[in-house]
């Protein structure tokens, strides 16, 4: 059974969050003279001399409606990178306690996981690049706290059989965190839709895929009120600045603009799918629900070089176990596409 006390950190569970000039007075009033900021103004316009709401109430009641969710039950970071670090710091005493992760996968997790003195325990995914159910269970110790899945996968690109991760949930006491990068270009419902039936639930989402906006660096993570309120007790206080609290409110009024981007994305991304197989140094394309492919070519690194040389960056991603000779190559615009392809088929 899953208790939430009993994994988070002993220092996490008894420590008081800071409490920031915004959260002791929460009246109306006309001089603030409590949190020592410029009140002549800014050079950088606007309201940017006054700090930004630390719980960032507007943007997390509309996010709420959009996903479905209560506001409580997010968390918001700068990018889903803090998410993960927080995550760890929340739930691993550093030389104590374990994450558990499945490559290939996203590197930041054995980042973050280094950087906080945290043990990692890996399970290599299958050759299609999903979960070995029965080795991972195996490989679950007392220590490990976290268990971090990425679907769909960054950088093989397919999305992780639901059983599976749904045995997982079911099975370990620790908490599940499924990343969800690259969601918005899948087939698959969000695990969002679940939270209520798994209280180890973690689901992380971004800002920085297909809402095409990485440079703001707005992260999500899902979980229920009592476990997103740990990540929010350990957050820096303003870790979601003013411009990107503005600018992302406004940009989720127009959903119909990601709608068409995701749409235009997944469309290119079949044409791609179609086109790269008749290429003579394609060896294999792997199936993707994200906004890029994972493609095995004849000589990585050369064809890597190759592209480069056309102007053409590409991430290679060849000497990564379990995807040796492949490339990661993101779904760009239609013209941008049609140039790789040229590039490609121009390799000999
Ligand atoms: C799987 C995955 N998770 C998280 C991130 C980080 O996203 P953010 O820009 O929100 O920090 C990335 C970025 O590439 C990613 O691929």
Redesign the pocket.
């Known amino acids: 059974m899953f208790n939430l006390e009993s994994i988070v950190r002993p220092n996490v569970l008894k420590m008081k969050p800071y409490s920031s000039a915004r959260d002791e007075f929460k009246g109306t009033a006309n001089v603030f003279l409590d949190a020592n900021e410029n009140n002549l103004g800014s050079l950088a316009g606007d309201n940017y001399n006054r700090y930004p709401d630390p719980h960032q109430n507007k943007l997390k009641a509309t996010i709420a409606s959009i996903k479905g969710v209560a506001p409580n039950q997010i968390f918001l970071?700068?990018?889903?990178?803090?998410?993960?670090d927080l995550l760890l710091r929340a739930f691993c005493t550093p030389g104590i306690d374990a994450l558990l992760c499945l490559p290939p996968?996203?590197g930041?997790y054995e980042v973050s996981a280094n950087l906080n003195d945290v043990r990692i325990d890996t399970v290599q995914l299958t050759p299609d690049f999903q979960i070995p159910v029965r080795e991972v269970m195996q490989s679950i110790k007392p220590e490990t706290k976290l268990l971090f899945i990425?679907s769909p996968?960054?950088p093989t690109g397919n999305s992780i059989d639901a059983a599976s991760i749904e045995t997982l949930l079911d099975n370990f006491e620790g908490v599940v965190v499924i990343?969800e990068?690259?969601i918005d270009f899948a087939a698959s419902p969000s695990w969002t839709t679940r939270l209520e039936d798994f209280p180890n639930l973690v689901v992380?989402q971004?800002?920085?895929?297909a809402w095409g906006m990485?440079g703001l660096?707005?992260?999500m993570a899902f979980g229920s009120e009592e476990l997103i309120s740990i990540l929010d007790k350990i957050k820096p206080p303003y870790n979601v600045n003013e411009a990107t609290q503005e600018l992302v409110l406004q940009a989720l009024d127009k959903t119909e603009v990601l709608k068409d981007m995701v749409e235009e994305i997944v469309q290119e991304r079949e044409l791609l799918m179609q086109a790269l197989p008749k290429l003579n140094a394609v060896e294999h394309v792997y199936p993707s629900e994200a906004n890029f492919i994972l493609v095995k070519v004849k000589d990585a690194n050369r064809m890597y070089n190759c592209l480069l040389d056309k102007g053409i960056v590409v991430r290679n991603r060849s000497s990564i176990k379990g995807c040796e000779g492949c490339l990661r190559i993101s779904v760009g615009t239609l013209e941008e596409n049609q140039k790789l392809l040229g590039a490609i088929a121009e390799f000999n």
Do not use: V
């Open positions: 970071g700068n990018g889903s990178d803090e998410a993960i996968t996203y930041m990425c996968n960054n990343d990068a690259y992380l971004t800002f920085s895929k990485a660096r707005l992260g």
